[in-house]
């Protein structure tokens, strides 16, 4: 019998153990051929081929993508402004302006006719380049704005021939019976010269040294000096009637000129006093002739009062004004020319050197609005003092020039003329609907300052009158000084008017701001700057831009036109929609009081800061805008800034820009064109970020296709020396 636990036998521990480890050494898989994959996986070579191809495919598909959205971007002219402000190259309002462009669906081309060739000027050279720039840009804003590079000055004639040629078929009918005309005043001519030349053999001209002048003046006049004149004016007239767009009214001034000089000859030749300095026998002939001379000056009149009554076109001067320096914009059925001084206006720096500010921009706005506007909505000026607010030298005419800009028509009125010995002025320019008053506040000036409230009642009755017709207002209005108060018998002019679109005026209060003059010593001075607005459609788009309320000092511690208290009522009325436009900056120094000798702020007598100063209201159809500051749009503030560069050129930043754009916003509010509420280019110069050069942006699209590719590449290798880790 064997023994159970003998080693080898079958049974025991470790023949199972040794069993169960031959089953174990059955199942395991036998070892890949060399160059195989364990499991039949992929080689290592396999590896790089499989992940250099995904690599491959995946570099190639970025770059076909990228490179597909860069030409849709190119061919769709398709940008996108990725600056905080929105205003990479163009202002606010021209970017809704060039929106209203695009909503309208007519094309505008624009035309830079500044020399650009080695040949010219190295100053024209740069402002064409400056112009070529603004161009561009408003194509890249604007898909229905585009640049237009003629290849001829032929060329150029025939499209403004196709978009104004049709305004003068009056002018050139009229102009085409010239040659009719000129041919019947020559025959008669030569008539007249013939007859006085069978005149020569008289015994009264030959010995008689005056009458041989007198004769021989009257000879060429009718022979020589009237012929030569028509005849050299026809062959002008032709020549010129032969170009693919003349000037038809340079040509029709040009024809009366000279029909003027004959008309002129013919009536004098016929006057009696003309034929008292002639012989008897010249006498006659003249006073037989003088019947033909006056009928044929006749017939020169009806033509000539013909050409007279043609009516001016609107394109008219812009074949006078297209010269090699200037920018061309060309609308569908008008065109603008806009001249290199209107594009690069002169400025003095301080140190008195003379720099040219581009302006173009303004320029072009100015120009498109005209192009796409049917009316010219009326801003009309009104104050007591009929002195000159507007025109050149005024102290509102920079704001008035701004508005001119704008495609606004402006007027200047006032209830009172100028002349003392009429004290009715004529009636306002324009009223009612559709059309702007600014009430500028002035104080009475000269005799007026004794009339009290006599000046105030004829201009409040007109404003009333004018607001009832369905027109609105902007009014200009400031505190009243005890003096005004006791001048006007207490009555606060405006007031009234005012609380009807539920605008409390209170005129009483000045708001100041306390400054100190001296080591511990303080005043509260009428004048507050703010660059923080109220929400309003009007003053929402120029927030963090600088204004100023000021006054005018007329001795120590006296103010005129100081800013005073505009602010909507409590309780409107029924229909009235009012809201604060302005506030003052909400600080302890600043404050509203009727006592402006004092340096400190009474509680219990003064308003506290953020003092209400404008306001706007709506009450139908009709919109009224108050600003408490008559100041506030004078020369002085607009223009104050200093000259800078941005992207290379001198520029003017404004020390407050917020005064004029808040005034043109308030206008295009009370206007009901709401679009064009926005910063203007003026008052965002000094934030623009150049757009990129084009050799830059060439760099920048070579690297939209290499860098992703690059990218595609690194991380393919990553991958590849992660995998081959593993």
């Not at 174990?24 to 160059?35: D, V």
């Not at 008309?263 to 026998?281: C, E, V």
């Not at 033509?303 to 009554?309: C, F, H, Q, S, V």
């Not at 201009?459 to 009333?464: A, D, H, S």
């Amino acid at each position: 019998m064997a023994d159970d636990n003998k080693p080898g036998q079958p049974g025991t521990d470790e023949t199972a153990a040794g069993a169960a480890g031959q089953g174990l050494l059955k199942n395991k898989p036998a070892e890949p051929p060399s160059g195989t994959a364990p499991g039949g996986g992929l080689t290592v070579r396999q590896r790089w081929w499989r992940y250099g191809s995904n690599t491959a495919i995946l570099v190639g598909a970025v770059v076909v993508v990228v490179g597909l959205v860069d030409w849709l971007t190119a061919r769709f002219n398709v940008r996108k402004d990725c600056t905080t402000g929105g205003i990479y190259s163009l202002a606010p309002r021209t970017h809704r302006l060039l929106r209203l462009v695009q909503r309208g669906g007519k094309t505008y081309y624009l035309v830079n006719l500044f020399p650009t060739g080695p040949q010219a000027d190295p100053l024209e050279q740069a402002r064409g380049a400056r112009v070529r720039q603004l161009i561009q840009e408003y194509v890249w804003a604007c898909p229905r704005v585009k640049a237009y590079q003629p290849r001829s000055h032929r060329a150029l004639m025939q499209q403004l021939r196709r978009r104004i040629g049709n305004q003068f078929h009056g002018y050139r009918a009229s102009l085409l019976k010239s040659a009719a005309q000129a041919a019947q005043i020559q025959a008669f001519l030569k008539t007249q010269a013939t007859a006085i030349a069978a005149l020569a053999g008289e015994a009264a001209i030959k010995g008689n040294r005056s009458q041989e002048v007198n004769y021989a003046v009257l000879v060429d006049a009718f022979s020589q000096n009237m012929p030569q004149l028509l005849g050299q004016t026809r062959r002008r007239l032709v020549r010129k009637m032969r170009a693919t767009l003349p000037d038809w009214p340079s040509l029709v001034k040009l024809w009366r000129e000279a029909l003027d000089n004959v008309h002129a000859n013919l009536i004098t030749a016929a006057a009696k006093g003309f034929r008292a300095r002639f012989s008897p026998a010249l006498q006659r002939w003249l006073a037989q002739r003088q019947v033909a001379m006056r009928k044929e000056a006749k017939i020169i009149g009806h033509y000539e009062a013909e050409l007279k009554a043609l009516k001016p076109v609107k394109s008219g001067g812009t074949l006078r004004r297209l010269s090699a320096d200037c920018l061309l914009v060309m609308g569908p059925h008008r065109v603008k020319v806009i001249a290199a001084s209107t594009l690069f206006v002169p400025r003095k720096s301080v140190s008195g050197r003379v720099r040219y500010l581009f302006e173009g921009e303004e320029a072009v706005d100015a120009a498109l609005l005209s192009l796409m506007q049917k009316h010219r909505p009326k801003v009309v000026f009104v104050s007591i003092d009929p002195e000159n607010l507007i025109s050149a030298g005024g102290p509102l005419s920079h704001i008035a020039r701004r508005l001119r800009r704008g495609n606004f028509r402006v007027y200047q009125w006032s209830p009172q003329s100028p002349n003392p010995q009429m004290p009715q002025a004529s009636p306002p320019p324009a009223s009612g609907k559709g059309v702007i008053w600014v009430v500028v506040d002035l104080p009475p000036s000269g005799p007026q300052a004794m009339y009290g409230m006599t000046p105030y009642g004829p201009l409040e009755q007109q404003i009333n009158k004018h607001l009832a017709a369905g027109g609105d207002a902007l009014f200009l209005v400031g505190a009243a000084s005890p003096q005004m108060m006791m001048s006007m018998q207490g009555q606060i002019p405006f007031k009234s008017t005012l609380a009807g679109y539920g605008i409390r005026l209170r005129s009483l209060y000045t708001v100041v701001q306390r400054q100190q003059v001296e080591p511990g010593a303080y005043v509260a001075a009428p004048q507050f700057t703010v660059s923080s607005y109220p929400a309003t459609v009007i003053s929402k788009p120029i927030q963090s831009l600088r204004s100023i309320f000021v006054s005018y000092p007329v001795q120590h511690g006296a103010y005129l036109m100081a800013p005073t208290v505009l602010a909507p009522m409590s309780t409107p009325p029924k229909g009235v929609t009012a809201q604060v436009l302005v506030r003052s900056p909400d600080s302890p120094s600043v404050w509203a009081t009727t006592q402006t000798q004092k340096a400190t702020f009474d509680p219990s007598a003064d308003l506290p800061a953020p003092v209400p100063v404008a306001a706007m209201a709506q009450k139908g159809a009709s919109r009224v805008v108050a600003i408490g500051n008559p100041l506030f749009v004078a020369n002085d503030l607009l223009e104050s800034g200093q000259l800078s560069f941005s992207g290379g050129q001198p520029v003017v930043v404004a020390s407050f820009p917020g005064n004029a754009e808040l005034f043109l916003n308030s206008i295009y509010w009370l206007a009901h064109e709401a679009n064009l509420i926005a910063a203007g280019p003026r008052a965002t110069v000094a934030m623009r970020i150049a757009r990129l050069s084009p050799s830059t942006d060439t760099l920048v699209r070579l690297i939209s296709f290499i860098g992703p590719a690059l990218l595609a590449v690194v991380c393919g290798l990553m991958v590849f020396l992660k995998r081959r880790k593993v």
